[in-house]
């Protein structure tokens, strides 16, 4: 009965580099949000995804940053170009039903980002 | 101004005793999430509301829709109580405010 599952939980990425944050929901959570920590911040709201859709990304910078989740496998955030402002940790949770309704949230352990 | 804001920022107690940290928001919302995220960062949603009160174990969280205040109970509190607490809500937009965190520490 595995919870939500992120690897890595630790990535270390030069400037410039790409980063690559895999998430694998709870089985039969078809619905997967991001959200950032930054250091000494609360959590922000990146992007809420369902199978092959991004329902919400209101909260994902509009450049360098991506999101999917494919029919099969796990979603993916991913950050091109990454500068030293990307480090942070990133959380990912997974709920069974849609945001509109009254379904808890799973959360990850997190991938903690460091960018030199 | 947060559209979330939470109170106090933080909080010490002996163990034993009965803690309450606030939450006030300033979005129409759907929903209301307490998580609970321990010093390794690890975050555990505790209770999910729209309305009323639920209760988990010590844990008891309430919510007041008419003045937008939610408030997070723990009753004998513990020293592994000790962890921030933060407030989410989803408003009717189905977009997500975090408040900064309440930093509980119990001692024993």
């Known amino acids: 009965n595995a919870g939500v599952m992120q690897n890595p939980r630790h990535l270390v990425r030069r400037r410039g580099q790409e980063a690559r944050l895999r998430c694998s929901p709870m089985?039969?959570?078809?619905?997967v949000y991001w959200y950032r920590q930054l250091p000494e911040e609360g959590l922000k709201f990146m992007v809420y995804l369902q199978k092959e859709n991004i329902i919400d990304e209101s909260g994902m910078p509009k450049e360098r940053f991506s999101a999917e989740f494919p029919k099969e496998g796990p979603s993916i955030l991913r950050i091109q170009q990454v500068v030293r402002g990307d480090s942070a940790a990133y959380f990912c949770?997974?709920?069974?039903?849609?945001?509109?309704?009254?379904?808890?949230?799973?959360f990850g352990p997190g991938t903690r980002l460091t960018v030199l | 101004k947060n559209e979330v804001e939470q109170s106090p920022q933080n909080l010490t107690a002996q163990e034993g005793e009965f803690i309450t940290i606030n939450c006030s928001y300033s979005?129409?919302?759907?929903?209301l999430h307490w998580l609970q995220q321990h010093p390794g960062g690890g975050i555990v949603s505790l209770f999910m509301l729209s309305s009323g009160k639920k209760k988990h174990g010590r844990l008891i969280a309430t919510i007041n829709i008419q003045e937008k205040h939610s408030s997070l109970h723990i009753t004998a509190s513990h020293p592994r109580d000790s962890a921030v607490y933060i407030c989410?809500?989803?408003?009717?937009?189905?977009?997500?405010?975090f408040g900064t965190g309440t930093s509980l520490t119990v001692i024993p």
């Open positions: 989410a809500v989803r408003n009717t937009g189905n977009q997500f405010y």
């Open positions: 089985k039969g959570h078809s619905h």
């Open positions: 949770a997974s709920s069974s039903l849609s945001s509109g309704s009254t379904d808890t949230q799973y």
């Open positions: 979005v129409g919302i759907s929903a």
